[in-house]
């Protein structure tokens, strides 16, 4: 989800609520720590050379219970990252400690903002030897064609 769909979503709402990938709400009285942006320069193991940049938010819960943080007031804190950081349309990650700081995606639905599981992936599977996945196929759902009798039997 990029940035700028985050504060298209967040225009009209009241409140905001997000959901961990198992269904899980995180707490309501949530405070959004940070929002910055983050670019990694890498080598893959193809050797290519490469630049991501993303925006991330981390959540954090402290003991106010009474906290809650409106969705006007997250459009003010993204617009203060923008102004002050300079900060580009890029997709956003959230951050949220969970056994160690979870990194997730982020998708809008149903009025509220789903954390989404991500997956590492080999960047370069073709110069590292990886072999493609194959399909794999039960016999007994294989069907002939009706115009070959060889090796068919009964053709």
Not at 59 to 64: C, I, R, T
Not at 87 to 97: L, R, S
Request: proline share 3%; aromatic share 6%.
């Amino acid at each position: 989800m990029l940035l700028s769909d985050v504060k298209k979503s967040l225009e009209g709402l009241s409140s905001i609520s997000f959901r961990l990938p198992s269904g899980e709400q995180i707490p309501v009285h949530f405070h959004v720590t940070e929002i910055g942006e983050i670019t990694r320069h890498f080598i893959d193991c193809g050797g290519v050379v490469r630049t991501e940049k993303i925006i991330n938010f981390q959540l954090w819960e402290a003991n106010d219970f009474d906290h809650r943080l409106g969705a006007k007031k997250l459009l003010d804190i993204i617009s203060l990252s923008e102004s002050k950081l300079g900060i580009q349309d890029a997709e956003v990650e959230v951050e949220y400690q969970m056994d160690t700081i979870g990194r997730f995606g982020l998708e809008f639905s149903n009025g509220e903002f789903h954390l989404l599981s991500m997956q590492t992936n080999c960047l370069a599977a073709d110069k590292c030897g990886i072999p493609p996945e194959k399909l794999k196929t039960n016999l007994k759902d294989l069907t002939a064609s009706k115009s070959s009798s060889c090796c068919t039997p009964g053709g």
